[in-house]
């Protein structure tokens, strides 16, 4: 069964503080990994979508990166409005030649001044 | 703009009541998701519409009902028989082919007064 697992739960970072949040997956051949961002009572707002081990996203202060078990979503000098809830999701197909969306249970970030 | 629109964005419910979500998007996709958001897990998937007048049980459809006589919008009943209700709903859209990822609504959360 194909799963994700995300981790640290919360993260709490100061201003500027670098980090990196993983997120480690199980499925029978990967077919995108996405992460999103979710602002409290908001919908997720997509990021970054990896296809194959080896491949570097960036967007401002966010890297991700993938490897064959698992991706990481590098934060660099991280400011206030960062803080939110960070989604990894990968993808399980679904007959029809469309799919569903498999999602861990997301790491709270809080950036600190 | 394109995008998916979710109504009303709180919503009470008594015990015994069934109760209606909204979600229309203009983005021409054909899939739609509904998932359900609870603390500390991740998005689980409801149900999902791959095309209209057609729509396929996800991965916690008791107590829930959907229907989808038009592209545009796919409705989601919250029955009685849904003994936990209490929930933050996410609908979503994507596009047909493995490699895509969908666009979110802003949300409706669902309290049982």
């Known amino acids: 069964e194909d799963q994700v697992t995300q981790s640290p739960e919360a993260l709490r970072l100061q201003e500027g503080e670098s980090s990196s949040l993983n997120c480690s997956y199980t499925v029978s051949g990967l077919r995108g990994l996405f992460w999103y961002r979710q602002d409290p009572g908001k919908g997720p707002e997509f990021l970054f979508t990896l296809y194959s081990a080896g491949e570097e996203k960036e967007k401002e202060r966010l890297k991700a990166t993938l490897t064959k078990k698992e991706s990481f979503l590098h934060i660099t000098a991280p400011k206030p409005e960062d803080s939110a809830t960070y989604l990894c999701?990968?993808?399980?197909?679904?007959?029809?030649?469309?799919?569903?969306?498999?999602f861990g249970a997301g790491t709270r970030l809080a950036v600190h001044p | 703009d394109g995008g998916i629109t979710q109504s009303p964005k709180y919503l009470f419910r008594k015990e015994g009541q069934n109760v209606t979500l909204s979600c229309e998007q203009n983005l021409n996709h054909d899939a739609m998701y509904w998932y359900r958001q609870d603390p500390g897990q991740g998005l689980r998937l409801i149900y999902y519409?791959?095309?209209?007048?057609?729509?396929q049980k996800g991965d916690i459809a008791e107590g829930y009902s959907v229907s989808r006589e038009k592209k545009e919008s796919f409705p989601l009943t919250v029955t009685s028989a849904q003994k936990n209700p209490t929930a933050f709903y996410l609908c979503?859209?994507?596009?047909?082919?493995?490699?895509?990822?969908?666009?979110f609504g802003s949300g409706t959360r669902l309290t049982v007064v």
């Open positions: 999701a990968v993808n399980s197909p679904l007959d029809g030649g469309y799919n569903k969306l498999i």
């Open positions: 979503a859209s994507g596009r047909q082919g493995a490699n895509y990822g969908y666009t």
């Open positions: 519409s791959q095309i209209v007048n057609d729509f």
